[in-house]
């Protein structure tokens, strides 16, 4: 049981257009929400991250928004850049439970 | 200040034998987190220590396994090697659990 998904492999955008990347999790325990960027052959950077009490977060050009009734959160990148392309992880908390579940990744090209 | 540090970067292991990885956290992170990526996986939760206890366990075998000295610094070691072991493992230390991780740059490992 996947409790994290992002269920859009790959993502193209052009350059200075917004990117959506989204992110779907099914437990009602998550309370805090988190945001990586991975390129190839470095481990994840920590983009942005969200708490549940909140549905709203930026951070220049990044903003991560949730809705906790559709359990549903997305990050919004704009305008992109073609320094953006990367893998971007979603993780999700439960802070009592101290581990972060991950979803599979999207990977996001942005074109100039 | 020094980022997360994992050793070694590669390591090419035959099946059957073992294989032993290291992770220094970041300077006063007492929570360091392992992390298994496989091509076209996310990031699967291996295991979780905090002050030198696991607090947290993936749903992998017992030939996965790991420790924390009391530096924080923490090993993880797979015995009796298997080819689907070939993967990414990434260790992430934190201030607390709850707050971003960051991430080492990870060991490649590839079993033949």
């Known amino acids: 049981d996947q409790q994290v998904k992002q269920n859009s492999p790959s993502l193209s955008v052009q350059e200075g257009r917004i990117s959506i990347l989204n992110c779907d999790y099914t437990?009602?325990?998550?309370?805090?929400f988190l945001w990586y960027k991975k390129y190839p052959a470095e481990g994840p950077t920590f983009l942005i991250s969200?708490?549940?009490?909140?549905d709203k977060n930026e951070d220049g050009r990044f903003t991560v928004f949730l809705n906790k009734s559709a359990k549903h959160l997305s990050l919004h990148i704009v305008p992109s850049q073609p320094g953006d392309s990367a893998v971007y992880f979603c993780a999700a908390n439960n802070t009592n439970a101290g581990k972060s579940t991950f979803g599979d990744g999207t990977t996001l090209t942005v074109k100039p | 200040k020094a980022g997360v540090t994992q050793t070694p970067r590669y390591l090419i292991k035959t099946r059957g034998q073992q294989v032993t990885l290291s992770c220094s956290p970041i300077s006063g992170h007492r929570s360091v987190s392992w992390y298994q990526q496989t091509p076209g996986q996310g990031l699967q939760f291996l295991f979780e220590y905090f002050s030198e206890t696991q607090r947290n366990k993936g749903n992998f075998p017992g030939r996965f396994s790991g420790r924390q000295f009391s530096n924080s610094r923490s090993e993880m070691n797979v015995s009796t090697l298997e080819l689907g072991d070939s993967a990414l493992y990434l260790c992430?230390?934190?201030?607390?659990?709850?707050?971003?991780?960051?991430f080492g740059s990870g060991t490649r490992l590839t079993v033949v």
């Open positions: 992430a230390s934190s201030l607390i659990t709850d707050y971003g991780y960051t």
């Open positions: 437990n009602s325990m998550f309370d805090y």
């Open positions: 969200i708490s549940s009490i909140k």
